[in-house]
């Protein structure tokens, strides 16, 4: 379980800079589907960063499995990154190394070398996500929806309990957008592992979440079940992002 307790983020050093994130408290339960939305500039970014520690809070702590992340270094950190894996929008692939060389990296990341062991695993992957055919490609050569597909794979390399998706999708079409979704929920049914979805799209937390959680201007503005937000929403940003505001009133 992951547990964010009144985690604060301010950029700049004045009095009235901006809070990035301002007394933000989530709670994620184990084998969950977490939505985080909010228009450009909430803090969602800010707070996935925030949680594989790319980012250090201000003030606030994050908590998994009951044990206070937020001040580790050192190989604790590089420990704790392994557990939570990062799916970013411009997929993040290595553009020189092959498919299969891009799922390896982790395992040369962490050991400095890649075994026949960590190879079968990774064409195991690639197969789950449907590219086993295209180990010996590279990024270049594949589709927006076949290299998240393979960032997808890269991030179940280390068998993580964590993924997070920082709108993940953004970038592809609608139908690979429905492709990825669809793995990403299966991956999540089969294997077990929590996945927080960073998004502006009330579309994607439809199709793929069970909670929400609103951010807007940093702050939670609304949170619950997404049948129950989509329902009847009751924060201003959440109407807005569900399209229920009279634009003409």
Not at 185 to 196: A, H, L
Request: net charge neutral.
């Amino acid at each position: 379980m992951i547990q964010i307790q009144n985690l604060t983020k301010t950029y700049g050093c004045a009095p009235d800079a901006p809070h990035a994130l301002d007394d933000v408290s989530i709670d994620v339960v184990d084998g969950d589907i977490m939505g985080v939305i909010g228009m450009s500039g909430a803090g969602k970014s800010t707070l996935v960063r925030c949680i594989n520690l790319l980012e250090r809070p201000d003030s606030g702590r994050i908590l998994v499995d009951g044990k206070d992340v937020t001040g580790l270094t050192g190989a604790a950190l590089r420990s704790y990154r392994r557990r939570v894996a990062m799916i970013f929008q411009n997929f993040g692939l290595l553009a020189q190394k092959t498919v299969l060389a891009n799922v390896c990296f982790p395992y040369k990341a962490a050991t400095g070398r890649v075994t026949a062991e960590n190879r079968e695993r990774a064409l195991e992957l690639l197969d789950m996500v449907g590219l086993r055919d295209r180990a010996d490609s590279y990024p270049s050569q594949l589709s927006g929806g076949q290299q998240q597909r393979v960032a997808i794979a890269r991030a179940l390399a280390c068998d993580p309990e964590y993924i997070l998706c920082d709108e993940a999708t953004s970038a592809l079409d609608p139908a690979s957008t429905n492709t990825v979704l669809k793995l990403l929920r299966q991956i999540n049914r089969e294997t077990g592992v929590t996945i927080i979805v960073i998004t502006h799209s009330m579309g994607v937390v439809e199709k793929i979440c069970r909670n929400v959680a609103v951010l807007e201007h940093g702050r939670v503005v609304e949170r619950g079940n997404v049948a129950d937000v989509f329902a009847d929403p009751q924060s201003q940003a959440a109407k807005v992002l569900l399209e229920r505001v009279d634009w003409d009133a």
